[in-house]
Nanobody, 123 residues
């Protein structure tokens, strides 16, 4: 059984920064690509960023490109999301997830999800 636990969310002013962490239990963390999604109230869950097994390749939604950075530490079984220049429209619950293959951009490509961490950006 795999467990993913996010942390690092909170309330921040527009223009500020937050760093989210996602700690994974179980072995073989380095065998899976990982992703971050977010879901705002009344909206569908949307792709934010993904990272390959080694961390050598990263992928971003256009809305966060240049502001967010995804990274991972396989020795710590942890994936991170550094969020800079935050905007009110970034307000959402952020989820990390493990891929099972397919396109990074679709939730159906992921099998395990964390419980989410709330990020609120005030204007």
């Amino acid at each position: 059984q795999v467990q993913l636990v996010e942390s690092g969310g909170g309330l921040v002013q527009a223009g500020g920064s937050l760093r989210l962490s996602c700690a994974a239990s179980g072995r073989a963390f380095s065998s899976y690509h990982m992703g971050w999604f977010r879901q705002a109230p009344g909206k569908e869950r949307e792709f934010v960023a993904a990272i390959s097994r080694s961390g050598g390749s990263t992928y971003y939604a256009d809305s966060v490109k240049g502001r967010f950075t995804i990274s991972r530490d396989n020795a710590k079984n942890t994936v991170y999301l550094q969020m800079n220049s935050l905007k009110p429209e970034d307000t959402a619950v952020y989820y990390c997830a493990r891929t099972i293959g397919g396109s990074y951009y679709y939730p159906s490509s992921y099998d395990y999800w964390g419980q989410g961490t709330q990020v609120t950006v005030s204007s």
